[in-house]
């Protein structure tokens, strides 16, 4: 089992991704938040994902539903990690906060087509 270990652009927030094999759940969506943000996402259970350093630098957004809890660091404005909203046990996060990640050898990356689930529909439609 791997820690993966990752900082936003000026360090104040640190993390980890712990008990991981592997990076899970490759990832990148189209819905209006994540278009956005551009990142690559992988994902883990939100136990496992650790706010090791600088957790008062982390400021939560959320919208719509509310119920997706979405962290990013209040000085760099770097997105760390989210919890999710269909799956709140578990959290994605940013591929290249990590420092040893080499985003050209990365394996495929799932297109998720976040737009097009209705956020309107009930939690766990
Ligand atoms: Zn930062």
Not at 13 to 24: P, Y
Not at 35 to 40: G, H, K, L, W
């Amino acid at each position: 089992m791997t820690t993966f270990k990752g900082s936003c652009h000026c360090g104040a927030v640190h993390f980890e991704v712990r008990n991981q094999e592997k990076l899970e759940g490759l990832m990148q969506c189209n819905c209006s938040l994540c278009r956005r943000r551009n990142a690559i996402m992988a994902t883990a259970p939100a136990i496992d994902v650790v706010v090791t350093k600088g957790e008062d630098k982390l400021s939560l957004y959320q919208w719509n539903t509310q119920i997706a809890r979405h962290y990013f660091c209040s000085i760099c404005g770097i997105y760390t990690h989210h919890q999710r909203r269909r799956q709140p046990d578990q959290c994605g996060f940013n591929v290249a906060c990590i420092d040893e990640v080499d985003l050209e050898k990365l394996g495929p990356i799932t297109k998720v087509n976040g737009k097009a689930f209705s956020l309107e529909q009930p939690r766990g439609a």
